[in-house]
Structure formats: C-alpha cells, structure tokens
C-alpha cells in the first residue's frame, strides 16, 4: 500500500507579537488548517502575548529579537535567520501577513527559493517603501475585501479574495453575563451596547459616545461598553479623551472600559448586548463585525467597506452612512426599540449569513487551494477563487 505524502510546512511570518485583528486573521486560519496535508508554524519579528495564542493553538512558534525597521543590518540578520528556519525545518511556502511581514518574509522566500504567499489588509499610501515591498516577488496575494482586492490587481498581482475567516466553534467559549457584570462593574440588570476594537480615532468610537447620550429618556438605561484598548504604541492618549468625552456628554456613569479582555470575556460581552455598534469610518473587514453576528447580535454600522459586505441592511442590522452621527443615533435607538423577538431575528439572520460566507473551514479550504497551486507552480489569478465570494456577499 502507497503511504500518504508527508504535509507540507508553511512558514507564516508576523510582524508584531501583540494580538491584533490581523493576528487573530492567521490564528482563525491555522487552527482550521487540515493538518494532514499542511502543517503551520509562526515565526514572530517580535516577542508578546500572541507567542501563548499559538502555543495553545498547538503551532509551532519562532520569536525573533525585537528591532526597528530602519535599523537595516537588522533587517538584514532577521531574513537571514527566517531563510534558516526554512531549510532547517524543511518549510515548502512563506506566508507573510500584512504589510511589513512580507519586506520579511518576501524576501526569505526569495533568498530560500520557495513560494512566497502574502496576505494584505488594506490598499497601500505611495511611497518608497511601499514600491520596494511591491516589487518582492510573490506566487499569490490574499486581499481581505474587494477593494483591497482590486488595489493589488491593478498592479498586476495574482490576487485571490478570501474573506477573514470567523471560528464559530471558538466563539462558545463565553463567561457568564452575572461574572462578566460583577468583574467590570456592569449592571447585571441594565441594557449593554458594546463595541470592541482597538482605540483608534478612525475606529469612531466616539460617535457611539454621541449616540448613546442622544437616546431618548426611555434608553437611558442603556450602558455603552467600549472594549479594547491602543495597540502598536500608535495613540495613547485616545483613552483619556474619550473618557473625558463621555463626562462631557453626561454619561461617565453608564461609559464602560475595561480594555482589552480575554477571549472568553470578549464572547460573553458581546453575548449580553443587545446590540453591536461598529461606526469605523473606514474598515476593510472588520473581524468583530462578523463575530458579532455569529453570536447572533444584531449590528449597527457606519457601511463603510467591510461592514458594508458583513451587514445585510434591515435583515441582520443596520447599515448607516459613514459619519452620519444623526443616522447612528437614529439606527441604534431604532434596533434598541424593537421587541426582543425581532432583535432575536436580526440575530438568527446575521449568524446565518456568517456561517454560509465567512466560516473558517471554508476560508482554510480556500487557502489550502492557493498553497496547492503555489506549490504546484500554477499561481492563481484574480477570476480563480474571488467572483462566487462577491457574488455571495452582495458585493
């Protein structure tokens, strides 16, 4: 009897080591992975608390000596060391995700003579750096919504759109609302409105702020929860000010933010809600988004990019013009006003819509697609995987 090939390792590469939406985009993939053909490994440009997500995972995890990108020897020493790991290890595909994790992983490819994969999650500024990185060789980017998609093919990359994949079956893990309450200072008996993601401007959190201060007086039982805190280094300060913007507007009292939180927590969060509210005023995916209706809660969200593809307007939320606070307020009072029933629908509908499109095992078989075609020599083009995901969208 014939014995089946040995799988084939992939070598992913991270530039952080915090835990971000990106990274949990990779996580969600290796752990759907089938390992019985492909098996995962992180390399991490950085030490941080995602090292302990993917040993839980059961992935095997290289943690690189911190450094910045201008300092160019150690750039340098750092592709070298990933050049290593691939023909120590006996790695067949480099796969980068995000931007700085392909000046890396790219290149190591490169030098190794192996296929490099690459997974973006946005269109990019114009820049030196920017078309230094495009002219890395690469056997096939992964765009994470249409527009982003569309960026990297009019530059004539193979592209192929998979949307973030959602684990449903992680999202079971949820502490009980009565512990969550007692740990966060949450009403047990009060109405939450959350939002989860890290403390950006461009994220919009304080239009929620708005929002929920414009509620009639029958929802000022309503708590807002702001979950998540700054991540990168990258605006620091943005707590303190939404902070003092909730005093402003008068509800300090019922303006919760218990920072980042563990998974289990986030799940249990977003379960207790009635209602989600995501009014990013530019967003690609939006992973919460989908995790959110996955959880069966229905969605309020400026309809930019993501949210605009997640979201079925009036059928698992509601969709508002990007920057339209009047329209928030309105959208969020509306969904709050309906009968538990209706907002049970909406949440019926929305885990519905996740499961057919942005399920993890679906988007793990897709990639496995990709790596079978780069490993076979055959890079796909845009047309192979990204038309019946659009279409399915509504996109």
């Keep these: 009897m014939t014995s089946a090939p040995a799988p084939s390792k992939v070598l992913w590469v991270s530039c952080v080591g915090e835990k971000g939406g990106a990274e949990v985009y990779l996580l969600n993939f290796l752990r759907h992975l089938d390992r019985r053909r492909y098996t995962p490994a992180v390399v991490l440009l950085r030490p941080g608390a995602f090292e302990t997500d993917l040993k839980d995972a059961d992935i095997e995890t290289f943690v690189l000596q911190r450094h910045r990108m201008r300092n160019l020897a150690a750039v340098a020493r750092s592709i070298l060391q990933i050049r290593g790991l691939v023909r120590r290890h006996g790695v067949r595909l480099i796969h980068s995700n995000a931007f700085r994790g392909h000046t890396y992983g790219g290149l190591a490819a490169r030098f190794a003579g192996v296929p490099a994969v690459w997974s973006v999650h946005c269109p990019e500024v114009d820049g030196v750096s920017t078309r230094v990185n495009l002219r890395i060789p690469v056997a096939s980017v992964t765009a994470n919504c249409p527009r982003t998609a569309d960026w990297y093919a009019a530059r004539r990359f193979p592209v192929n759109l998979i949307w973030p994949p959602v684990d449903l ?27 989860a993601s890290r403390l950006q401007r461009y994220k919009g959190h304080e239009y929620l702020l708005r929002a929920t201060a414009a509620l009639p007086a029958s929802q000022r039982d309503v708590h807002v929860i702001i979950i998540g805190g700054a991540l990168f280094g990258m605006e620091e300060d943005y707590l303190d000010q939404l902070k003092a913007l909730a005093n402003q507007l008068g509800i300090a009292d019922r303006a919760h933010f218990p920072g980042f939180v563990p998974d289990a927590d986030l799940h249990g969060l977003v379960d207790g809600c009635e209602v989600m509210v995501h009014p990013a005023l530019d967003e690609d995916f939006g992973l919460i988004v989908a995790e959110s209706q996955a959880l069966e809660k229905p969605v309020v969200a400026f309809a930019s990019v993501g949210p605009a593809a997640i979201i079925q307007d009036g059928v698992t939320g509601r969709l508002v013009p990007v920057g339209d606070q ?70």
């Design 169 to 195: 079956d992680r999202l079971q893990d949820r502490t009980p609302r009565s512990a969550l309450a007692s740990k966060y200072g949450l009403p047990v008996a009060g109405r939450w409105v959350g939002m």
């Design 326 to 395: 009047e329209g928030l307020q309105r959208s969020l009072a509306g969904v709050l006003d309906l009968s538990t029933a209706d907002r049970e629908r909406l949440g019926r509908a929305g885990r519905e819509r996740v499961q057919r499109l942005f399920a993890a095992p679906t988007a793990a078989r897709r990639l496995e697609k990709i790596y079978d075609a780069c490993l076979g020599g055959r890079p796909m083009s845009l047309d192979a995987l990204r038309q019946p995901v659009i279409d399915d969208a509504g996109c």
